[in-house]
């Protein structure tokens, strides 16, 4: 599903031989670097990282590694890919299995103010709360954001700035393919999107991998309108592959207003509330 040859070839086109120290030359017909030159720029042989392209060495060591790294522009995320696809014929990681335990769902459920969310590397949602569920307007169970965001058809319009999204996302799942090589779910629904969707396969041909911790998410909901949301990224201990991702609104913004519109609404994501008798 992802593999070292691939994400070689990938970042080798990107590198500028000019940044690289190469001069310009009218009769080169290759996109980046050749392959010659990121050996010679990394001090390794031709044919060593001939074989690293094609698949054909195995456990190249953390020098080379680094020195590839340097040569390609690797950044942090890309430098942590890379060596863990490099280390994939020697370990394998299992895919998580994903259990929630019942305290976190309580933990969940005490989050009232602001969309909450439990997903697993696949980016499955496994649990939310109410106001999570009211944001997507459809029942959280058996939802796959990535589903959701390339093939469910109108479904788009939610994401306000969706061509940023389907970046993240396709990221994030190349980012997982490279941990969890031999999750045979996550592999039906890399297929499956790409089958589905074009610009998926456009995106995943790239190789480019990100990591998800935080960062502005925009949406554009049906009844309450703009929500500028900022998102954090929990992850959860004991190596369960599993987020807690939580959209807040900052203080005195819009959104704010937005969310507690969104907290009136009835529970099919239509009709307000009425607001609770005050006691005394």
């Keep these: ?28 017909r290759v996109e980046g670097l050749r392959r010659e030159e990121v ?28 020195a590839l790294a340097r ?3 690797l950044d942090e ?26 305290e976190l769902l309580r933990v969940l459920d005490l989050v009232t103010d602001a969309p909450a969310l439990i997903m697993n590397h696949r980016l499955d949602v496994l649990a939310g709360n109410r106001l999570a569920g009211l944001l997507y307007g459809r029942p959280l169970q ?24 389907t970046l993240d996302v396709v990221g994030h799942l190349r980012l997982a393919a490279g ?10 629904l890399v297929g499956e999107l790409a089958m589905g969707s074009e610009r ?18 925009a949406y554009r909901h049906p009844l309450v309108g703009p929500l500028n949301l900022h998102q954090e ?6 190596e369960s592959g599993l987020e807690l991702l939580v959209l807040s609104a900052a203080p005195g913004d819009p959104a704010e207003d937005g969310l507690r519109l969104l907290a009136g609404l009835d529970g099919d994501g239509v009709t307000p509330r009425r607001p609770s008798p005050r006691r005394g």
């Excluded at 995320?77 to 019942?102: C, F, N, V, W, Y």
């Excluded at 990224?233 to 004991?238: I, K, R």
């Design 77 to 102: 995320t890309e430098r942590e890919h890379l060596d863990r696809l490099a280390r994939q014929r020697r370990r394998r990681a299992k895919a998580p299995g994903g259990r929630i335990r019942p």
């Design 39 to 66: 050996a010679h720029l990394s001090g390794v042989s031709v044919d060593y990282y001939v074989r690293l392209e094609q698949g054909r060495a195995t456990q190249p060591s953390e020098q080379v590694l680094d």
């Design 200 to 217: 998926f396969r456009r995106l995943w041909a790239r190789a480019d991998v990100r990591a998800r911790t935080h960062g502005r998410k």
């Design 142 to 165: 058996g939802l796959n954001v990535a589903r959701h965001l390339f093939l469910d058809e109108g479904e788009c319009g939610l994401y306000a700035d969706w061509e940023n999204c």
């Design 233 to 238: 990224n929990f992850a959860l201990p004991d």
């Design 71 to 73: 040569v390609l522009g």
């Design 179 to 188: 941990k969890y090589p031999e999750d045979t779910h996550l592999a039906s």
């Design 1 to 28: 599903m992802d593999d070292l040859a691939g994400f070689l070839r990938t970042r080798r086109s990107r590198v500028d031989p000019a940044a690289a120290g190469i001069p310009a030359d009218s009769r080169r």
